[in-house]
Nanobody, 115 residues
Framework: QVQLVGSGGGLVQAGGSLRLSCAAS????????MGWYRQAPGKQRDVVAR???????YYADSVEGRITIYRDNAKKTVYLQMNSLKPEDTAVYYC?????????WGQGTQVTVCS
């Protein structure tokens, strides 16, 4: 059983910062990647940033330069540092762990950016 527990969302003014955390636990092996996705109302879930199995990072164009993904392997935790937030960053953010046996998702954490 794999569990992903995300935290750190909230309400922030435009230009502000938030840090999201995602702690993984359980039978974790054959990891192909881990990262964050987001879903705004009425839109599909899209990748924000993620690590590949080799440890390289990918960022969506819309967040490049404002958002940083990093991890603490000892704590099995992935973080998303979000700076210079914009109203269009408002969404539910989901942690994702991709393993050979499939995708696992956290419960989602709401990020709301007001102008």
């Amino acid at each position: 059983q794999v569990q992903l527990v995300g935290s750190g969302g909230g309400l922030v003014q435009a230009g502000g910062s938030l840090r999201l955390s995602c702690a993984a636990s359980g039978s974790i092996f054959s990891v192909n990647g881990m990262g964050w996705y987001r879903q705004a109302p009425g839109k599909q879930r899209d990748v924000v940033a993620r690590f590949s199995s080799a440890g390289s990072t990918y960022y969506a164009d819309s967040v490049e330069g404002r958002i940083t993904i990093y991890r603490d392997n000892a704590k099995k935790t992935v973080y998303l540092q979000m700076n210079s937030l914009k109203p269009e960053d408002t969404a539910v953010y989901y942690c994702n762990l991709r393993m050979t046996q499939g995708d696992f998702w956290g419960q989602g954490t709401q990020v709301t950016v007001c102008s």
